[in-house]
């Protein structure tokens, strides 16, 4: 295949399906130029763009879904073709277009799901280990691996005979489940734990944070947060990962946050894989995690007191330009005289009516990162409004509201996958 001109392998890339084509790009630098600069592949069948962000309520049985302008059609986002597994929605995680729901993978943008069959036990009858805390994540990178996903659980391993302090975590190797949609089998793999970053002990975890549901998929590798105190990167290809401890929470704005509630979010961003933290409701923190020397290094972006900004922002009406549900209130094209929000245009517009309104009084709480962008999407949580922050300028946009009666319990930036097919309903 080297030796082909370049014309003639790009016409034997071109016979591939759309999702095979998506991972051709990753064999090689000729295969990626010829797919790219004769433009094969069409970019709105990758999970690149995003539509809007799924929002997971304790009092709605399906998840909200709050959409951007131009208000593209989501069918899938009613979650109707699940039947029974509607009547209570508890997402695990959320991967490039697919969200892993209890058994299932679903994909919102295709109306298609599959079923994940129960995982086998990783210790062995009799083990003198015991398993707590159990989180299954989802890895998914059509553009840059595989048309296949995996399903890991992540859990810890605690000695029934030896006190916290003195069992190491992440132990190596580490035992993990691992579902392929490949072979649609689990299988238990060792991963050995690489690089010189130290494991802690059980007992240096906090016991008061819950293991979190966050994880992000970032050049073949999968970032998952299975731990307050730590971020961990698995890599599937060769059964590896390596740990890195969670930014501290020092705000250099105000040293008296020890006290004040903290809450940590991972993602995929602009350039690579970020962490945020918001204390006290109003404090915003931003890093970004270097990669670039083979060492995994948390660089402090944005350190910010979003209070101010918050007191002084002068609202927007209730709707605002972003739509609760899965299509536009209406069908017609925005236009001039309309908002229009572009995750392409750092400039930030503003047309609408204004209309004067109380202060935030109880902050914000993370909703997640723009994938291309580096934005990352608050909500007020007196106001129920969604606000998109701008890391670059230091701007707060108000993108409307959304409504629920209770609480927050997760939330997904969606990026639409419409290549591959599920196998529960093909």
Known sequence: MEQLPTDVLADILSCLPPLYLAVSRSVCKAWCSAVDDRGLLRADLLPISMSGIFVVTNDAEHPIYFSRPPYEQLDGASFDYLGYNCLWFEVDDYCNGLLLVRDQVINPATRQWATVPRPPDPLPPGSDFCCCNLCEYLAFDPAATSPHYEVLRIHGIVPRDKPPEEVEWP??????????????????????????????????LPSSSPWSCYSTCWRGALYVQPHDGFLMRITLSNYRYRITRIP??????????????????????????????????????????????????????????????????????????????????????????????????DSITDTQERTQDTPSQYGVSLLGFHPNKEIIF?????????????????????????????????????TPCRMGELSNNK
């Open 171 to 204: 132990p190596s190797p580490y035992v993990l489940c691992v579902f392929s949609s490949r072979t649609q089998q689990w299988e238990v793999k060792p991963f050995t734990r690489e690089g010189d970053d130290e494991a802690g002990a059980i007992a240096d």
């Open 248 to 345: 501290k929470a020092a705000f250099s704005l105000d040293t008296n946050t020890a006290r004040l509630s903290q809450e940590y979010r991972i993602g995929k961003s602009k350039k690579g894989v970020y962490c945020a933290l918001v204390i006290g409701g109003f404090k915003l923190l931003i890093w970004f995690l270097d990669e670039s020397c083979g060492q995994m290094e948390w660089m402090l972006k944005k350190e910010v007191d979003l209070q101010p900004l918050l007191a002084n922002y002068p609202w927007k009406y209730a709707y605002g330009p972003w739509k609760q549900g899965r299509c536009s209130m209406s069908t017609k094209a925005p236009t001039g005289e309309e908002f229009e929000w572009d995750s392409d245009d």
């Open 378 to 414: 608050l909500l007020g949580l007196d106001k129920n409004r969604v606000l998109a922050y701008h890391a670059n300028t230091s701007k707060i946009e108000d993108l409307g509201k959304i409504s629920y009666m209770t609480s927050v319990e997760s939330s997904f930036p969606f």
